[in-house]
């Protein structure tokens, strides 16, 4: 029987799918990842590998496998993984799009909305019993309908907020590698360069896989061209973003807020500074967390390795 190994507890009804038809061992602790140790020792003798995006799958571990097949990512992005390495050994990467797209822009929406009217700081004052009297400036946001919203990374999901914005009349740029003229004219969306983008925004979201080519492409210089009434999305990857660069940005009031879903150590350090601003909203990676979605970025990421093994039916192949 073929051997697989996966990173994190799935639930029974995606589970069963599997074990009719191969070995399973399993990470089964819901609030710690994987020990590296560990990682490296299960990843010898398997076909199959089932992981997190937070599980680093560099080329060490990978030089530790003696017939893996296939890494099957239980996440859009694939950062975590080393492609050159998967390649050059010949082991099938995949990962699990579409699903998520919905669930992301919501999630990107509504962290934007939050931290334009400062939600979770307004919750706060009023458990911390400073609500005394309504006053006319008291926990003043930003508005949102009607404002320039400016997207960095035109994917699905970032096409996905896009269409969420055309609700709040808002004026959309958007900037990406390539110019997408159709889907421009369907949503009524200006392509920029990304100069103009940071320059015009009163909301940038950073939507852009991350590479390379996207690691800190939001550092000191680009913060410095936004306006000061302007907020910093972030639900993509941390590093995109120059963090101490942005720390510096938000502290100095060069703009005014940011709302992070991801960060560039996750879990994030409880001593990080960011912390220890008030407009800045700080998420641990919930972007896809619907229990919709993410049972069936489960059912996706199994589906994904059963074919891949027995290459019967379709995969969502990465490379
Ligand atoms: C989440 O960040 C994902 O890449 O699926």
Not at 160 to 185: P, W
Not at 268 to 292: E, F, R, W, Y
Request: proline share 3%.
């Amino acid at each position: 029987m073929r051997k697989l190994y996966i990173t994190r507890k799935l639930p029974e009804e995606v589970l069963t799918k599997l074990s009719a038809s191969f070995s399973i061992r399993m990470w089964d602790k819901e609030d710690q990842p994987v020990p590296r140790h560990t990682l490296e020792k299960e990843v010898e003798d398997i076909d199959g590998l089932l992981c997190l995006l937070t599980d680093n799958i560099d080329s060490h571990l990978i030089s530790k496998s003696k017939k893996l097949k296939i890494i099957s990512n239980m996440a859009v992005g694939y950062n975590n993984i080393d492609m050159e390495a998967a390649n050059e050994r010949n082991i099938m990467v995949t990962n699990t799009p579409g699903v998520l797209t919905e669930t992301t822009a919501d999630l990107t929406f509504a962290l934007l909305m939050a931290t334009a009217r400062r939600l979770v700081e307004s919750s706060n004052y009023l458990r911390d019993g400073n609500w005394k009297t309504w006053s006319l400036m008291m926990l003043t946001g930003q508005d949102i309908f009607g404002a320039t919203l400016g997207i960095i990374g035109l994917g699905n999901i970032g096409e996905a907020v896009a269409r969420r914005a055309q609700g709040f009349s808002m004026k959309t740029l958007y900037y990406n590698r390539s110019r997408k003229y159709d889907v421009e004219k369907e949503l009524n969306i200006i392509y920029t360069d990304l100069e103009t983008l940071l320059k015009e925004s009163d909301f940038v979201c950073v939507m852009t896989p991350y590479t390379k080519e996207t690691e800190h492409l939001i550092g000191k210089e680009q913060l410095g061209l936004m306006k000061e009434s302007a907020i910093l999305i972030n639900t993509a990857r941390g590093g995109i973003v120059d963090e101490q660069a942005l720390y510096e940005a938000l502290k100095s009031k060069k703009i005014w807020g940011a709302g992070l879903d991801v960060i560039e150590k996750e879990p994030i350090d409880l001593n990080h500074s960011l912390l220890t601003l008030p407009n800045v909203i700080l998420l641990p990676h919930i972007g896809s967390a619907s229990v919709k979605t993410r049972t069936a970025m489960a059912d996706i990421a199994v589906t994904n390795l059963i074919n891949g093994l027995t290459g019967e039916g379709t995969i969502h192949l990465v490379k």
